[in-house]
C-alpha cells in the first residue's frame, strides 16, 4: 500500500513539474509572451545582484543574455524538455501533442 503511495505521489510531482517547465510546448505567441516573463524575472535579480556587488547567478546577466536567448531556448527544449517529456508521452499520449 505504502508503495503504491509512493508512486502515484512520484507520477503527480512529475506531472506537477512538467507543467512548471512547459512553457517550450505552448503555442509559439503564448511561449514568447512567457519567455520574455521568465527573462525579465531572471534579469532583474542578476540587476539587483550586480547592485549588491555580488556574483551575478547564471542566467540572470542581463547583457550576455539578451544575445543567447535564442540559442538558450534551443539548449533548454534539447536538454530539459524533450528528455523529460518523451517518458510522459509514452505514458499519456496526448502528451505527444507538446
Same mark, same amino acid.
Given at each position: $500500500?505504502?508503495?503504491?503511495?509512493?508512486?502515484?505521489? +512520484?507520477?503527480?510531482?512529475?506531472?506537477?513539474?512538467?507543467? *512548471? =517547465?512547459?512553457?517550450?510546448?505552448?503555442?509559439?505567441?503564448?511561449? +514568447?509572451? #512567457?519567455?520574455?516573463?521568465?527573462?525579465?524575472? !531572471? #534579469?532583474?535579480?542578476? *540587476? &539587483?545582484?550586480?547592485?549588491?556587488?555580488?556574483?551575478?547567478?547564471?542566467?540572470? *546577466?542581463?547583457?550576455?543574455?539578451?544575445?543567447?536567448?535564442?540559442?538558450? $531556448?534551443?539548449? !533548454?527544449?534539447? !536538454?530539459?524538455?524533450?528528455? !523529460?517529456?518523451?517518458? =510522459?508521452? &509514452?505514458?499519456?499520449?496526448?502528451?505527444?501533442?507538446?
Amino acid at each position: $500500500q505504502q508503495a503504491a503511495l509512493e508512486k502515484k505521489l +512520484l507520477l503527480l510531482e512529475t506531472i506537477l513539474h512538467a507543467v *512548471d =517547465i512547459s512553457n517550450p510546448c505552448k503555442p509559439r505567441p503564448i511561449m +514568447l509572451r #512567457w519567455t520574455e516573463k521568465v527573462l525579465a524575472e !531572471f #534579469w532583474a535579480q542578476g *540587476d &539587483e545582484e550586480k547592485a549588491l556587488g555580488i556574483e551575478v547567478s547564471p542566467l540572470c *546577466d542581463r547583457e550576455s543574455g539578451k544575445q543567447a536567448v535564442p540559442k538558450g $531556448q534551443i539548449g !533548454f527544449i534539447n !536538454f530539459v524538455i524533450r528528455p !523529460f517529456y518523451l517518458p =510522459i508521452a &509514452e505514458l499519456i499520449p496526448e502528451a505527444k501533442e507538446a
